[in-house]
């Protein structure tokens, strides 16, 4: 009865932090709770993946603009198969395995002289096909998985063949980085699969984390009460 009275106080404190925007007492100094119901969703350039240069590949998304010319400016074009693309007066571009860097001084190149004097040519990522999640924890297969359509939190867990005997299906927790900063999302399998909230969006370069693991341990006091909360409890990890 004791323990139930610790987890219910635990569960109102939460509460009250999330409705403020306060830090989580006795937790951790660094954490906040965000008065949120679903973490905030990342740009496509919060989703490459830190440190890995991104490489334009087949089906991804490009924002095209050429400086000073606007028939060829805000121009959305996607790869094809082989990471080549349709572009006016140049025809097929092949950008497949490089950084758009080059895909720009490719086009500068070619548009060069024969099109315009000086071209500056900006390519932006809108979306990109070749992007991944983790998974770690109590799930059958942890590991890298490609985040192919509209992935949700439980079609991610499937990808991994699903969470193991080990798993307890209230401490499962999304790290996502958005503008630099650094939250996490604490869920309720059970508690979406029966309805009681919507089964958020997971993005590329998303890490979930089912049951134990050292980034788990932060939240060791947070996901004692995690039962007893009826709706998502957001994060911020303050610098």
Request: hydrophobic content about 45%; overall charge neutral; proline content about 8%.
């Amino acid at each position: 009865m004791t323990y139930k009275i610790v987890l219910l106080a635990a569960a109102l404190l939460l509460s009250a932090c999330a409705t403020s925007g306060g830090p989580i007492g006795g937790v951790n100094s660094s954490l906040r709770v965000v008065p949120s119901a679903e973490l905030p969703h990342p740009s496509p350039t919060d989703q490459l993946v830190a440190g890995r240069p991104y490489l334009v590949g087949p089906f991804d998304k490009l924002r095209i603009d050429v400086f000073g010319v606007p028939e060829l400016s805000g121009r959305i074009v996607q790869a094809d198969a082989s990471g080549r693309f349709s572009f006016p007066l140049l025809g097929e571009v092949d950008a497949n395995g490089v950084p758009p860097s080059v895909v720009e001084a490719r086009m500068e190149a070619q548009l060069r002289g024969r099109f315009l004097r000086e071209p500056d040519v900006t390519i932006n990522v809108e979306e990109s096909a070749n992007s991944f999640v983790t998974l770690e924890g109590e799930v059958v297969q942890p590991g890298v998985y490609p985040v192919v359509g509209n992935m949700s939190l439980l079609r991610a867990i499937a990808t991994a063949r699903g969470v193991n005997e080990f798993a307890r299906l209230h401490e499962v927790i999304v790290f996502r980085t958005v503008d630099g900063q650094r939250y996490a999302g604490v869920y309720n399998l059970a508690a979406i699969r029966r309805g009681a909230y919507d089964d958020p969006a997971i993005y590329a370069s998303d890490i979930i984390v089912v049951g134990d693991s050292p980034a788990r341990r932060v939240f060791r006091d947070v996901l004692q009460a995690a039962p007893l909360l009826s709706t998502p409890l957001i994060i911020l990890f303050q610098r």
